[in-house]
Structure formats: structure tokens, C-alpha cells
């Protein structure tokens, strides 16, 4: 099994930036693919950065402003997010796919942008 612990959200002003962070345990071995996603109140959740080996995929409303990375030696996965809007306002939960193909989510964290 894998764990997933989110943390780095809050409150900011529109044009701000925040990063976010996730740390993974358990079998961190077995992860094919690990990522954000985010819902909004009212919408479905959509992607926002995820990574499957050497490829990096960005959600269309967030490219160009936020930026995934990763320590693998700590299994930590980073979001770094800037030029934050309005409507970056939701909850952030990371994610992630191992080769049985068990997904796993962590609990997610809020994120508010104020305009």
C-alpha cells in the first residue's frame, strides 16, 4: 500500500503563488504514476500535473503557471504553482498509480485565492 500526505495549501491573493507538497510511504517502489488533481465545489475533479516515467502532462487551465518536480530520494512530489487566479480556488488531492494498478489518494488540501 501507499500513503500520501499533502500539505502546503492556504490562502493567497490573486497573482500569488504557493507550493504544495506530497509525501509518499509504504511501497513508494511499486508507483507508476503520481500527480495532483483538484475539485472545485460544484465541478468535477480534473487533473493538474501528473508524471508516468519521463512524461510530465500539465491540465490545460494551469499550463505555463505551475510546475511539478520531485525528490525521489524522499518521495516527495511538488507542486509549484504561481500567477494564481480565482479559479485555482478547490481542494488539491495527490494521487498515485501503482503497477497492480491500485490508486491511492491522499486527503487533500484546500487551496483559496482570493480575488
Known amino acids: 500500500q501507499v500513503q500520501l500526505v499533502e500539505s502546503g495549501g492556504g490562502s493567497v491573493e490573486t497573482g500569488g503563488s504557493l507550493k504544495l507538497s506530497c509525501v509518499a510511504s509504504?511501497?513508494?517502489?511499486?508507483?507508476?504514476?503520481i500527480g495532483w488533481y483538484r475539485q472545485a465545489a460544484g465541478k468535477q475533479r480534473e487533473v493538474v500535473a501528473a508524471?508516468?516515467?519521463?512524461?510530465?502532462n500539465y491540465g490545460d487551465s494551469v499550463k505555463g503557471r505551475v510546475t511539478l518536480s520531485r525528490d525521489t530520494a524522499k518521495n516527495i512530489l511538488y507542486l509549484q504553482m504561481n500567477s494564481l487566479k480565482p479559479e485555482d480556488t478547490a481542494v488539491y488531492y495527490c494521487?498515485?498509480?501503482?503497477?497492480?494498478?491500485?490508486?491511492?489518494w491522499g486527503q487533500g488540501i484546500q487551496v483559496t485565492v482570493s480575488s
Open positions: 494521487s498515485a498509480l501503482t503497477n497492480a494498478g491500485e490508486g491511492y
Open positions: 509504504g511501497d513508494t517502489d511499486t508507483i507508476t504514476a
Open positions: 508524471i508516468s516515467g519521463r512524461i510530465t
